[in-house]
C-alpha cells in the first residue's frame, strides 16, 4: 500500500516538473514506486545504470537521514556512512544490470512479517 502511495506522488512530481508520464500510468490510480520511476526513466531515457546507482543512492540517503533524526549518528557520521558504503553500492548496481530474476531472490518471511506488521501500526516515527 505505502509503495503505491509512494509512487503516484513520484508520478506526480514527475508530471510537474517533466510533463506527461508513460500512458501506460497516467490512469493507473496503485502504482509501486520502483515501477513509476523504472517507466519514468525509460521515457525519459536515462541509462539503466545511471537509474540503479541514483535510485540505490535515494534509498541509502533516505535510511540515513532516518538514522540522523533519530540521533542515532550525526551529520557527519552520516555522510561519512555514505561514502563508505559507495563502493558496495556500486558494485551491488552493476551485479544488478546483469542479474536474472533466480539469481537475486531471496527468502524473508520474518523481516515481512516486521514490515507488515510496521505499516499497520497506528503510530509511527516515519513511513517506511
Same mark, same amino acid.
Given at each position: 500500500?505505502?509503495?503505491?502511495? /509512494?509512487?503516484?506522488?513520484f508520478?506526480?512530481?514527475?508530471?510537474s516538473?517533466?510533463?506527461?508520464?508513460?500512458?501506460?500510468?497516467?490512469?493507473v490510480?496503485?502504482?509501486? !514506486?520502483?515501477?513509476?520511476?523504472?517507466?519514468?526513466?525509460?521515457q525519459s531515457?536515462?541509462?539503466?545504470p545511471?537509474?540503479?546507482?541514483?535510485?540505490?543512492?535515494?534509498?541509502?540517503?533516505n535510511?540515513?537521514?532516518?538514522?540522523? =533524526?533519530?540521533?542515532?549518528i550525526?551529520?557527519?557520521d552520516?555522510?561519512r556512512?555514505?561514502?563508505?558504503?559507495?563502493?558496495?553500492?556500486?558494485?551491488?548496481? &552493476?551485479h544488478?544490470r546483469v542479474?536474472t530474476?533466480?539469481?537475486?531472490g531471496?527468502?524473508?518471511?520474518?523481516?515481512?512479517?516486521?514490515? !507488515?506488521?510496521?505499516?499497520? /501500526?497506528?503510530? &509511527?516515527?516515519? =513511513?517506511?
Amino acid at each position: 500500500d505505502e509503495t503505491c502511495i /509512494q509512487g503516484r506522488a513520484f508520478l506526480e512530481a514527475y508530471t510537474s516538473a517533466w510533463g506527461e508520464p508513460d500512458p501506460a500510468l497516467s490512469d493507473v490510480d496503485a502504482v509501486a !514506486l520502483p515501477i513509476a520511476v523504472a517507466r519514468a526513466t525509460r521515457q525519459s531515457e536515462i541509462s539503466l545504470p545511471a537509474t540503479l546507482n541514483a535510485y540505490a543512492i535515494a534509498m541509502l540517503s533516505n535510511l540515513v537521514s532516518a538514522a540522523i =533524526r533519530l540521533g542515532a549518528i550525526g551529520q557527519f557520521d552520516g555522510q561519512r556512512t555514505l561514502a563508505a558504503l559507495m563502493p558496495i553500492t556500486r558494485e551491488l548496481c &552493476r551485479h544488478a544490470r546483469v542479474a536474472t530474476r533466480d539469481s537475486i531472490g531471496s527468502v524473508t518471511f520474518m523481516a515481512d512479517l516486521a514490515s !507488515l506488521q510496521h505499516e499497520t /501500526q497506528t503510530t &509511527r516515527l516515519f =513511513r517506511s
